[in-house]
T-cell receptor, first 117, second 117 residues
Framework: KAGVTQTPRYLIKTRGQQVTLSCSPISGHRSVSWYQQTPGQGLQFLFEYFSETQRNKGNFPGRFSGRQFSNSRSEMNVSTLELGDSALYLC????FGRGGSSTGELFFGEGSRLTVL | AQTVTQSQPEMSVQEAETVTLSCTYDTSENNYYLFWYKQPPSRQMILVIRQEAYKQQNATENRFSVNFQKAAKSFSLKISDSQLGDTAMYFCAFLENYGGSQGNLIFGKGTKLSVKP
């Protein structure tokens, strides 16, 4: 069974640009969550989607948005990039429920490393 | 708001020895999950061990075990017979459980564990 796949793995953007990151969850998983990981702030929750609906959102500005498609694949978009958006963006999928299966387990991808210059 | 604190930014241990990583959390909820996730240098986060708050028995997974003290809001991870492959960042995480519907993971800042030969 393929794991969570994130693309691209690495990307470099300049301030003011926008970026779209993609996440393909494990087959059968309907919940997709996104996390931002930085050395200073650690891992912070961005948002969670289930059956194409955003069910939970972290404390990030409106420049951060996402969506989920009918096949459970998800994208997140960051507009008007700032230097502070440089981070590893992690996607995680789970079988069902807001945070996972009855075990509460999330399965993570390897992440997309975004560098903003 | 729930918080997760890992007081040890870095730790090291000799191969084959035992090491304990500390984690404390703060919540007013009664039903929740606690996790330890491992993030090796390759970056993919994987689940090490999981504990449901309503279970008094400490979880064990092979060489990994936890000491869950609900009243003290403490959740430490013990790694026995440490192996070189255990070298990684370890994150303690908290997940609320609203009667089966769950929120998002709240992570600690992590502990960087180095296993030395």
């Amino acid at each position: 069974k393929a794991g969570v796949t994130q693309t691209p793995r690495y990307l470099i953007k300049t301030r003011g640009q926008q970026v779209t990151l993609s996440c393909s969850p494990i087959s059968g998983h309907r919940s997709v969550s996104w996390y931002q990981q930085t050395p200073g702030q650690g891992l912070q929750f961005l948002f969670e989607y289930f059956s194409e609906t955003q069910r939970n959102k972290g404390n990030f500005p409106g420049r951060f948005s996402g969506r989920q498609f009918s096949n459970s694949r998800s994208e997140m978009n960051v507009s008007t990039l700032e230097l502070g958006d440089s981070a590893l963006y992690l996607c995680a999928s789970s079988l069902f429920g807001r945070g996972g299966s009855s075990t509460g387990e999330l399965f993570f991808g390897e992440g997309s490393r975004l560098t903003v210059l | 708001a729930q918080t997760v604190t890992q007081s040890q930014p870095e730790m090291s241990v000799q191969e084959a020895e035992t090491v304990t990583l500390s984690c404390t959390y703060d919540t007013s909820e009664n039903n929740y999950y606690l996790f330890w996730y491992k993030q090796p240098p390759s970056r993919q986060m994987i689940l090490v061990i999981r504990q449901e708050a309503y279970k008094q028995q400490n979880a064990t997974e092979n060489r990994f075990s936890v000491n869950f003290q609900k009243a003290a809001k403490s959740f430490s991870l013990k790694i026995s017979d440490s192996q070189l492959g255990d070298t990684a960042m370890y994150f303690c995480a908290f997940l609320e459980n609203y009667g089966g519907s769950q929120g998002n993971l709240i992570f600690g800042k992590g502990t960087k564990l180095s296993v030395k030969p």
